[in-house]
C-alpha cells in the first residue's frame, strides 16, 4: 500500500529515501551536539560525522562543538581532584531541508580514562529538556561511557548533563589530559540517532562522529 500511495503521486520510493540520507546529515550538523573539557573554557571540537540511513548512501558532514570544563592546573602527588566537563546549550532542529526532525534520541559520548592518574568515581549533574530518559554513566574498558536515552523532541534546546570525573594524580612530572575518545567512524567519539517522518514511515538514521582533530581538553600538571 505503501509502494501504490507513494507511486501514485508519481514519486519512486526508494528516490525518496534516497535522499534522506542529505536531510538527515544537515540535521545532525546542525544540532551543535559535543563534548569537551579544558582547563580553559570554550575550547572548540571539529567533529567528522557520518548518518547512515537505512536506504541509499552513508553522508558525511563537520560538526562543530563547544565545550567547557573546570579541572586544576596543577595537582600534588597522590592527591585527589576532578575534572568537571560541560556543554553548552543545544537546540534540536524542526525541519531541514523539508523533512521534520521528530526527535534525537540515544546520545553516546566516549573519553578514555586519562593516562597518569586513577579513576576513583564518575558522576552527572544538572541537564535540562533531555527527556524522560535517565542518563547514566559507566566505565567501560579504559574509557567512560555517558549516555542520555532522551528522546529530546524536535524544536527543543537542551543541556546534557555535566560529567565530572574523580582521580587521584599519579607520579610527579606527569600531566593529566582530557580529550574525546574516536579515531573514524567505527571508533566513533559520539554516537546519536535522529528519527525523520519520511511518507507514512518513521525512520531512524544512526550517527556516529569523532573529533578531528582530537585537542587536549583539560591538562593538569602533577608536581
Known amino acids: 500500500m505503501l509502494r501504490q500511495n507513494v507511486e501514485e503521486d508519481g514519486m519512486n520510493p526508494k528516490s525518496l529515501f534516497l535522499r534522506l540520507p542529505m536531510a538527515a546529515a544537515g540535521a545532525m550538523a546542525l544540532l551543535g551536539l559535543a563534548l569537551g573539557p579544558a582547563s580553559a573554557a570554550g575550547t572548540a571540537l571539529n567533529l567528522d560525522c557520518r548518518a547512515t540511513p537505512p536506504v541509499g548512501s552513508a553522508q558525511t558532514f563537520d560538526?562543530?562543538?563547544?565545550?567547557?570544563?573546570?579541572?586544576?592546573?596543577?595537582?600534588?602527588?597522590?592527591?585527589?581532584?576532578?575534572?568537571?566537563?560541560?556543554?553548552?546549550?543545544?537546540?534540536?532542529?524542526?525541519?531541514?531541508?523539508?523533512?521534520?526532525?521528530?526527535?534525537?534520541?540515544?546520545?553516546?559520548?566516549?573519553?578514555?580514562?586519562?593516562?597518569?592518574?586513577?579513576?576513583?568515581?564518575?558522576?552527572?549533574?544538572?541537564?535540562?529538556?533531555?527527556?524522560?530518559g535517565t542518563p547514566e554513566v559507566t566505565v567501560d574498558s579504559d574509557e567512560i561511557v555517558m549516555t542520555v536515552p532522551g528522546p529530546i523532541s524536535g524544536g527543543r534546546t537542551f543541556t546534557l548533563p555535566v560529567l565530572t570525573l574523580d582521580l587521584t594524580a599519579g607520579a610527579a612530572g606527569n600531566t593529566v589530559e582530557t580529550r574525546l575518545s574516536g579515531t573514524g567512524y567505527d571508533s566513533p567519539g559520539l554516537t546519536f540517532t535522529a528519527r525523520v517522518p519520511v511518507v507514512f514511515v518513521t525512520v531512524s538514521v544512526p550517527t556516529a562522529c569523532y573529533p578531528s582533530p582530537n585537542p587536549v581538553l583539560s591538562s593538569t600538571a602533577i608536581d
Open 63 to 132: 560538526l562543530g562543538a563547544g565545550v567547557d570544563a573546570t579541572a586544576p592546573d596543577t595537582v600534588p602527588s597522590g592527591h585527589a581532584f576532578t575534572v568537571a566537563l560541560a556543554t553548552d546549550p543545544m537546540t534540536v532542529p524542526t525541519s531541514v531541508s523539508g523533512y521534520t526532525v521528530k526527535s534525537i534520541k540515544d546520545i553516546t559520548l566516549r573519553a578514555p580514562i586519562p593516562a597518569h592518574a586513577t579513576l576513583t568515581g564518575t558522576h552527572l549533574s544538572g541537564g535540562s529538556g533531555i527527556g524522560s
